[in-house]
């Protein structure tokens, strides 16, 4: 049964330690961006998704959720619309190095980068291996909710291959935030994927004439709320396995590799 979320924001000194205590010292990061999703939606649809579901999965599962991140690297979607706020990769790695190491201190022993912007993955990636090189202890999970399950991934790539501001992101808004949607623009906001085939990553600028790749017209509410179902209920399940995951061995990252018998 889901209860209130725990907000890291919410809590004193005093109360965070038992928080991490009763959640095997996890954490959730909800990590979002802040840019262009076409004529028909909000420029803060990815941190108010990553925010909702990490809200929704603290509630099942305990899980303290540390304050959203709602700027990430969008340096993808150019200056040709206004709304983008975007951090250069070598900074979102090093912020995000620095929330970690910080959460750490403070008790965190197992991360969950929850991340709902595509572009965020390689300056995540680069700060979970950041994080797990410097704390022996740490163990960090990269989560993309667009792809936390099959069935979720296939809602999402549904009309586009390099979707977005698609069908499966207004649908979503649609159910958990309609003040983010403009209903009157969305039945002209399709626009094709134009990336098939081709060599090279080029920036939106060059493969959407409005910033949407998909088809946002063939959204409906009712999808939107299954989808977010699914989404919250095949994290909650991947958290609460992390929960009692441990390395498969228990070698130490700086320890000299000393051959034993069977090691």
């Given at each position: 049964m889901d209860s209130a979320p725990v907000l890291w924001s919410e809590r004193t000194w005093e109360e965070i330690p038992p928080a991490l205590a009763g959640a095997a010292h996890a954490a959730l990061l909800p990590v979002g961006a802040t840019e262009q999703h076409g004529p028909h939606l909000g420029c803060g649809m990815d941190f108010v998704l990553a925010e909702t579901v990490c809200r929704a999965v603290s509630g099942r599962t305990g899980v303290p959720m540390l304050p959203s991140l709602p700027y990430g690297c969008s340096l993808g979607h150019s200056r040709r619309w206004p709304g983008t706020i975007a951090l250069d990769p070598l900074l979102m790695t090093e912020l995000v190095r620095q929330i970690g190491t910080q959460a750490y201190h403070s008790g965190v022993r197992r991360l969950f980068l929850v991340n709902?912007?595509?572009?965020?993955?390689?300056?995540?990636?680069?700060?979970?291996?950041?994080?797990?090189?410097?704390h022996d202890d740490l163990m960090v999970a990269l989560v993309n909710t667009a792809t936390v399950s099959e069935r979720v991934r296939a809602a999402?790539?549904?009309?586009?291959?390099?979707?977005?501001?698609?069908?499966?992101?207004?649908a979503l808004m649609q159910a958990l935030a309609p003040d983010l949607v403009r209903a009157g623009r969305i039945a002209d906001a399709d626009d094709p994927d134009r990336t098939a085939g081709l060599v090279f990553a080029h920036p939106v600028n060059r493969t959407s004439r409005n910033g949407v790749t998909g088809c946002p017209s063939q959204a409906s509410p009712a999808e939107g709320a299954e989808l977010f179902a699914w989404m919250v209920e095949d994290l909650a399940a991947l958290v609460r396995r992390g929960l009692g995951e441990t390395p498969p061995l228990p070698h130490s990252y700086d320890g000299p590799a000393v051959p034993t018998e069977g090691a």
């Open positions: 709902a912007h595509v572009t965020n993955v390689a300056p995540l990636r680069c700060a979970l291996e950041l994080l797990r090189a410097t999402h790539f549904a009309d586009a291959e390099d979707w977005h501001a698609n069908r499966a992101e207004t």
